[in-house]
T-cell receptor
Protein backbone atom coordinates (compact mmCIF):
# COMPACT_ATOMS: atom_id res chain seq x y z
CA UNK A 1 0.00 0.00 0.00
CA UNK A 2 1.09 3.53 -0.69
CA UNK A 3 1.15 6.19 2.00
CA UNK A 4 2.82 9.42 2.95
CA UNK A 5 3.62 10.64 6.45
CA UNK A 6 4.50 14.16 7.38
CA UNK A 7 6.28 13.74 10.64
CA UNK A 8 5.44 17.13 12.13
CA UNK A 9 2.03 18.72 12.11
CA UNK A 10 3.48 22.07 13.25
CA UNK A 11 6.95 23.57 12.84
CA UNK A 12 7.99 26.93 14.21
CA UNK A 13 11.21 28.69 13.23
CA UNK A 14 12.70 32.13 13.59
CA UNK A 15 13.14 34.32 10.56
CA UNK A 16 16.54 33.74 8.99
CA UNK A 17 16.98 30.23 10.41
CA UNK A 18 16.82 27.00 8.41
CA UNK A 19 13.58 25.20 7.68
CA UNK A 20 13.19 21.42 7.70
CA UNK A 21 9.82 19.81 6.96
CA UNK A 22 9.95 16.06 7.08
CA UNK A 23 8.17 13.61 4.82
CA UNK A 24 8.38 9.83 4.59
CA UNK A 25 6.60 7.74 2.02
CA UNK A 26 5.73 4.14 1.52
CA UNK A 27 5.42 2.87 -2.02
CA UNK A 28 5.84 -0.47 -3.71
CA UNK A 29 7.08 1.26 -6.82
CA UNK A 30 9.29 4.22 -7.62
CA UNK A 31 7.13 7.21 -6.95
CA UNK A 32 6.82 10.74 -8.14
CA UNK A 33 6.99 13.07 -5.15
CA UNK A 34 5.76 16.60 -4.74
CA UNK A 35 5.65 19.40 -2.23
CA UNK A 36 2.75 21.84 -2.39
CA UNK A 37 2.31 25.01 -0.34
CA UNK A 38 -0.94 26.62 0.74
CA UNK A 39 -0.84 30.14 2.07
CA UNK A 40 -3.67 31.25 4.36
CA UNK A 41 -6.97 31.39 2.50
CA UNK A 42 -5.24 30.63 -0.78
CA UNK A 43 -5.12 27.74 -3.21
CA UNK A 44 -2.36 25.17 -3.51
CA UNK A 45 0.84 25.93 -5.35
CA UNK A 46 3.47 23.46 -6.49
CA UNK A 47 6.82 24.07 -4.79
CA UNK A 48 8.81 21.30 -6.42
CA UNK A 49 8.60 17.74 -7.72
CA UNK A 50 10.78 14.67 -8.06
CA UNK A 51 10.25 12.36 -11.03
CA UNK A 52 13.27 10.00 -11.02
CA UNK A 53 15.79 12.48 -12.35
CA UNK A 54 18.20 14.28 -10.00
CA UNK A 55 17.64 13.32 -6.38
CA UNK A 56 18.13 16.89 -5.17
CA UNK A 57 15.28 18.97 -6.47
CA UNK A 58 15.21 22.74 -6.39
CA UNK A 59 11.91 24.53 -6.24
CA UNK A 60 10.51 28.01 -6.02
CA UNK A 61 11.16 30.51 -3.24
CA UNK A 62 14.51 28.94 -2.31
CA UNK A 63 13.09 25.58 -1.24
CA UNK A 64 14.66 22.28 -2.13
CA UNK A 65 14.08 18.62 -1.31
CA UNK A 66 16.20 15.52 -1.50
CA UNK A 67 14.84 12.13 -2.49
CA UNK A 68 16.49 9.43 -0.39
CA UNK A 69 15.33 6.02 -1.49
CA UNK A 70 17.17 4.18 1.28
CA UNK A 71 15.35 6.26 3.87
CA UNK A 72 12.10 6.56 1.88
CA UNK A 73 12.22 10.26 2.63
CA UNK A 74 11.64 13.48 0.76
CA UNK A 75 12.31 16.22 3.28
CA UNK A 76 11.80 19.86 2.35
CA UNK A 77 14.44 22.39 3.33
CA UNK A 78 15.26 26.05 3.02
CA UNK A 79 18.45 27.64 4.32
CA UNK A 80 16.86 30.80 5.66
CA UNK A 81 13.18 31.26 6.52
CA UNK A 82 11.28 34.35 5.51
CA UNK A 83 8.11 35.63 7.10
CA UNK A 84 6.28 35.00 3.84
CA UNK A 85 7.07 31.27 4.13
CA UNK A 86 4.46 30.88 6.86
CA UNK A 87 1.94 28.49 5.31
CA UNK A 88 0.72 24.91 5.20
CA UNK A 89 2.97 22.47 3.35
CA UNK A 90 1.81 19.19 1.84
CA UNK A 91 3.96 16.26 0.80
CA UNK A 92 2.37 14.25 -2.01
CA UNK A 93 3.16 10.88 -3.55
CA UNK A 94 2.11 9.34 -6.83
CA UNK A 95 3.21 5.76 -7.34
CA UNK A 96 4.50 5.30 -10.87
CA UNK A 97 2.67 2.03 -11.34
CA UNK A 98 -0.60 3.82 -11.22
CA UNK A 99 -1.06 3.84 -14.99
CA UNK A 100 -4.01 5.92 -15.91
CA UNK A 101 -4.94 6.33 -12.30
CA UNK A 102 -3.82 9.86 -11.57
CA UNK A 103 -4.66 9.64 -7.92
CA UNK A 104 -2.24 11.42 -5.65
CA UNK A 105 -1.68 10.45 -2.05
CA UNK A 106 -1.59 13.52 0.17
CA UNK A 107 0.07 13.99 3.52
CA UNK A 108 -1.86 15.64 6.32
CA UNK A 109 0.18 18.81 6.04
CA UNK A 110 2.73 20.65 8.16
CA UNK A 111 1.92 24.11 9.37
CA UNK A 112 5.02 26.32 9.28
CA UNK A 113 5.13 29.37 11.52
CA UNK A 114 7.92 31.93 11.11
CA UNK A 115 8.64 34.14 14.08
CA UNK A 116 10.25 37.56 13.75
CA UNK B 1 -5.10 34.98 -17.65
CA UNK B 2 -6.01 32.75 -14.73
CA UNK B 3 -5.02 29.11 -15.28
CA UNK B 4 -7.63 27.34 -13.15
CA UNK B 5 -10.60 29.37 -12.05
CA UNK B 6 -13.51 28.54 -9.79
CA UNK B 7 -16.78 30.30 -9.13
CA UNK B 8 -18.01 31.29 -6.70
CA UNK B 9 -15.20 31.93 -4.26
CA UNK B 10 -17.56 31.88 -1.30
CA UNK B 11 -20.90 30.12 -1.02
CA UNK B 12 -23.17 30.33 2.01
CA UNK B 13 -26.40 28.39 1.89
CA UNK B 14 -29.01 26.61 3.97
CA UNK B 15 -29.23 22.90 4.62
CA UNK B 16 -31.25 21.06 2.02
CA UNK B 17 -30.46 23.43 -0.82
CA UNK B 18 -28.86 22.44 -4.12
CA UNK B 19 -25.80 24.32 -5.31
CA UNK B 20 -23.18 24.19 -8.04
CA UNK B 21 -19.54 25.17 -8.20
CA UNK B 22 -17.97 25.81 -11.56
CA UNK B 23 -14.40 25.17 -12.63
CA UNK B 24 -12.61 26.10 -15.80
CA UNK B 25 -9.02 25.65 -16.91
CA UNK B 26 -7.37 27.36 -19.85
CA UNK B 27 -4.19 25.29 -19.75
CA UNK B 28 -5.28 22.78 -22.36
CA UNK B 29 -5.04 19.98 -19.82
CA UNK B 30 -6.79 16.66 -20.31
CA UNK B 31 -7.49 15.83 -16.68
CA UNK B 32 -9.45 17.69 -14.04
CA UNK B 33 -10.13 16.99 -10.38
CA UNK B 34 -12.28 17.98 -7.44
CA UNK B 35 -10.88 17.92 -3.93
CA UNK B 36 -12.48 18.60 -0.57
CA UNK B 37 -10.42 20.19 2.19
CA UNK B 38 -11.88 19.98 5.66
CA UNK B 39 -11.34 22.27 8.61
CA UNK B 40 -8.20 20.36 9.62
CA UNK B 41 -6.68 21.03 6.19
CA UNK B 42 -6.96 17.39 5.15
CA UNK B 43 -7.21 17.22 1.38
CA UNK B 44 -9.31 14.41 -0.08
CA UNK B 45 -9.84 13.72 -3.74
CA UNK B 46 -13.44 13.34 -4.79
CA UNK B 47 -13.47 12.94 -8.56
CA UNK B 48 -11.23 13.03 -11.57
CA UNK B 49 -12.15 13.32 -15.22
CA UNK B 50 -9.94 12.71 -18.22
CA UNK B 51 -11.24 14.11 -21.49
CA UNK B 52 -14.76 14.25 -20.07
CA UNK B 53 -14.57 10.65 -18.86
CA UNK B 54 -14.77 9.81 -15.15
CA UNK B 55 -11.60 8.02 -14.03
CA UNK B 56 -11.58 8.49 -10.26
CA UNK B 57 -14.66 8.38 -8.11
CA UNK B 58 -13.87 8.13 -4.45
CA UNK B 59 -16.43 7.19 -1.88
CA UNK B 60 -18.50 10.31 -2.17
CA UNK B 61 -22.24 10.54 -1.46
CA UNK B 62 -24.24 10.47 -4.65
CA UNK B 63 -25.60 13.88 -3.69
CA UNK B 64 -22.38 15.05 -5.32
CA UNK B 65 -22.45 14.88 -9.10
CA UNK B 66 -19.64 16.14 -11.29
CA UNK B 67 -20.37 17.25 -14.82
CA UNK B 68 -17.81 17.79 -17.54
CA UNK B 69 -19.32 19.41 -20.63
CA UNK B 70 -15.89 19.60 -22.24
CA UNK B 71 -12.36 18.93 -21.13
CA UNK B 72 -11.84 22.54 -20.02
CA UNK B 73 -14.73 22.47 -17.55
CA UNK B 74 -15.59 20.32 -14.56
CA UNK B 75 -18.53 21.50 -12.52
CA UNK B 76 -19.65 20.10 -9.19
CA UNK B 77 -23.31 19.94 -8.32
CA UNK B 78 -24.37 19.16 -4.78
CA UNK B 79 -27.92 18.19 -3.88
CA UNK B 80 -29.57 18.38 -0.47
CA UNK B 81 -26.66 20.10 1.23
CA UNK B 82 -25.76 18.98 4.74
CA UNK B 83 -23.79 20.65 7.52
CA UNK B 84 -20.91 18.24 6.96
CA UNK B 85 -20.51 19.48 3.40
CA UNK B 86 -19.03 22.71 4.74
CA UNK B 87 -15.45 22.78 3.50
CA UNK B 88 -13.20 24.33 0.91
CA UNK B 89 -13.54 22.69 -2.48
CA UNK B 90 -10.59 22.83 -4.85
CA UNK B 91 -10.60 22.20 -8.54
CA UNK B 92 -7.35 21.14 -10.21
CA UNK B 93 -6.09 20.09 -13.61
CA UNK B 94 -3.11 18.23 -14.96
CA UNK B 95 -1.76 17.61 -18.44
CA UNK B 96 -2.26 13.88 -18.27
CA UNK B 97 -0.15 11.35 -20.15
CA UNK B 98 2.04 10.65 -17.11
CA UNK B 99 2.86 14.29 -16.38
CA UNK B 100 1.33 14.61 -12.99
CA UNK B 101 1.77 18.12 -11.72
CA UNK B 102 -1.65 19.34 -10.70
CA UNK B 103 -2.54 22.99 -10.93
CA UNK B 104 -5.08 24.19 -8.44
CA UNK B 105 -7.81 26.75 -8.49
CA UNK B 106 -8.21 29.26 -5.65
CA UNK B 107 -10.86 27.21 -3.90
CA UNK B 108 -14.53 27.68 -3.06
CA UNK B 109 -15.39 28.01 0.61
CA UNK B 110 -18.79 26.41 1.13
CA UNK B 111 -20.63 27.08 4.37
CA UNK B 112 -23.84 25.22 5.04
CA UNK B 113 -26.01 26.73 7.79
Amino acid sequence: AQSVTQLDSHVSVSEGTPVLLRCNYSSSYSPSLFWYVQHPNKGLQLLLKYTSAATLVKGINGFEAEFKKSETSFHLTKPSAHMSDAAEYFCVVRPLNAGNNRKLIWGLGTSLAVNP
Amino acid sequence: DTAVSQTPKYLVTQMGNDKSIKCEQNLGHDTMYWYKQDSKKFLKIMFSYNNKELIINETVPNRFSPKSPDKAHLNLHINSLELGDSAVYFCASSPGGGVDTQYFGPGTRLTVL
